[in-house]
T-cell receptor, first 114, second 115 residues
Framework: AQSVTQLDSQVPVFEEAPVELRCNYS??????LFWYVQYPNQGLQLLLK??????LVKGINGFEAEFNKSQTSFHLRKPSVHISDTAEYFC????????????FGSGTRLSIRP | KAGVTQTPRYLIKTRGQQVTLSCSPI?????VSWYQQTPGQGLQFLFE???????NKGNFPGRFSGRQFSNSRSEMNVSTLELGDSALYLC??????????????FGPGTRLTVL
């Protein structure tokens, strides 16, 4: 079985500062990894995903994440945040053999201060 | 291309009642997955339907059921509602089932409140 741990429930950052949202996963099998964003009163939007290949994955809105197999981590980063990045971010994992079943972390609320 | 639509967007029910939620996937998508989102438990996978067949199931009681029609639209039913069923129910559609190459697109959700 897979599990996902998002180490920070809330991350406050000043506008234009860099940010890192941390994610660790646990799985006994090969997995796919995802980051989703949820804006208030909306559904989830895929930011980026790691399937295979290069461990550095670039996504939408200037976000990127690095897959680290030895540390079982998939941290999300952005070099300079904007007020519009205020949202909740979810790290997620799925078993490659059952990839439609996504296991989500508990979420990290990113709040941007002007 | 229209996105995933869910109806109704908001619903209020009382304990013991049953409820049916609807999800219309993106045109051409044949897989529909359902998730429950609550402050306490977070986002949890309910089930997935593909070509009218349930392909995957999460760890929820039998009060939660679903089905998919030939046009890929899906419904989710919860019987004998409990207060703890209050949640945002999200539907996601994808073209195929079972591969990470296959992005899931989420709808805006149905917010169910059980009184």
């Amino acid at each position: 079985a897979q599990s996902v741990t998002q180490l920070d429930s809330q991350v406050p950052v000043f506008e234009e500062a860099p940010v890192e949202l941390r994610c660790n996963y646990s799985s006994s099998v090969s997995v796919y990894l995802f980051w989703y964003v949820q804006y208030p009163n909306q559904g989830l939007q895929l930011l980026l995903k790691y399937l295979s290949g290069s461990t550095l994955v670039k996504g939408i809105n200037g976000f990127e994440a690095e897959f680290n197999k030895s540390q079982t981590s998939f941290h999300l980063r952005k070099p300079s945040v904007h007020i519009s990045d205020t949202a909740e971010y979810f790290c997620a994992v799925s078993d490659r053999s059952s990839a439609s079943k996504i296991i989500f972390g508990s979420g990290t609320r990113l709040s941007i201060r002007p | 291309k229209a996105g995933v639509t869910q109806t109704p967007r908001y619903l209020i029910k009382t304990r013991g009642q049953q409820v049916t939620l609807s999800c219309s996937p993106i045109s051409g998508h044949r897989s529909v997955s359902w998730y429950q989102q609550t402050p306490g438990q977070g986002l949890q996978f309910l089930f997935e339907y593909f070509s009218e067949t349930q392909r995957n199931k999460g760890n929820f009681p039998g009060r939660f059921s679903g089905r998919q029609f030939s046009n890929s639209r899906s419904e989710m039913n919860v019987s004998t509602l409990e207060l703890g069923d209050s949640a945002l129910y999200l539907c996601a559609s994808s073209f195929r089932s079972g591969t990470g190459q296959n992005e899931q697109f989420f709808g805006p959700g149905t917010r169910l409140t059980v009184l």
